[in-house]
């Protein structure tokens, strides 16, 4: 049985609803560079600066969507069973499967609701090799009072070591990893910038992106990117 150490707990907490504050009212950051001087007379309209964004600096669709969602955890997974392992469409779903089961495994160790959590998940399979890995990023979205070292310890614990939900993968022998710890709102955009980086395989051709956004995570965009559309048409 897995216990929860209660001790600065209170201090959680507060880094927690600091986070959501900062989050929620933090401005947004666009990239731009310096307007040519000359190539705009004195009475240039506000918007103008607009046309003078540098787009290759600006973050993907998949990367801003994400950046909106005040994350709690980041970190990477590593499969130790060979099933688990290439390109196939019924390999893609056991990882799926089994990622969703382990989630199902950490909510039930710290009595949270599995439909309340956000969660994106990135394969990545190496320039060099066909060994997938997830990258993930994860919010649990619930107010009860939990430590998320204590959190990314139970999750880290469930995954390599061997347990009755995993035994038809892999047997204990087998390598599995885990790198599962508290996403920092101010290194925030850098991580989401990994996790949902390009890749390349060993010819230098662009992999097609297997990325899983779940049902709370995408009604959370939306949410966001409505009311947002609403406080720009009123600002304008």
Avoid at 128 to 153: G, T, W, Y
Avoid at 207 to 227: A, F, G, M
Wanted: proline content about 4%; glycine content about 4%; charged content about 30%.
């Amino acid at each position: 049985m897995i216990t929860v150490n209660t001790q600065d707990l209170s201090d959680e907490k507060n880094r927690t609803v600091e986070q959501e504050q900062k989050w929620q009212t933090r401005p947004l950051l666009l990239p731009t560079t310096q307007m040519k001087q000359g190539d705009r007379g004195s009475k240039a309209s506000s918007l103008e600066p607009l046309l003078w964004l540098d787009y290759s600096s600006l973050p993907s669709a998949t990367a801003y969507n994400l950046s909106l969602v005040p994350w709690d955890f980041i970190g990477a997974l590593t499969f130790g069973c060979q099933s688990l392992r290439g390109q196939t469409r019924e390999a893609a779903d056991r990882r799926q499967g089994l990622y969703r089961r382990w989630l199902a495994e950490i909510c039930k160790c710290f009595r949270l609701r599995l439909r309340n959590l956000s969660d994106y998940t990135k394969t990545e399979y190496g320039t060099d090799s066909d060994n997938p890995h997830f990258h993930l990023l994860i919010r649990f979205q619930s107010p009860r009072l939990v430590s998320r070292k204590e959190v990314a310890a139970t999750a880290k614990q469930l995954w390599t070591e061997s347990s009755p939900w995993r035994d038809a993968f892999g047997s204990i022998n087998d390598e599995w990893q885990a790198k599962i710890v508290p996403f920092l709102a101010e290194n925030g955009q850098r991580g989401i910038d990994y996790v949902t980086k390009d890749e390349v395989d060993r010819y230098g051709n662009l992999r097609v992106p297997e990325e899983t956004l779940s049902k709370r995570l995408k009604r959370e965009i939306r949410q966001k990117n409505t009311k947002a559309a609403r406080e720009i048409k009123f600002a304008c």
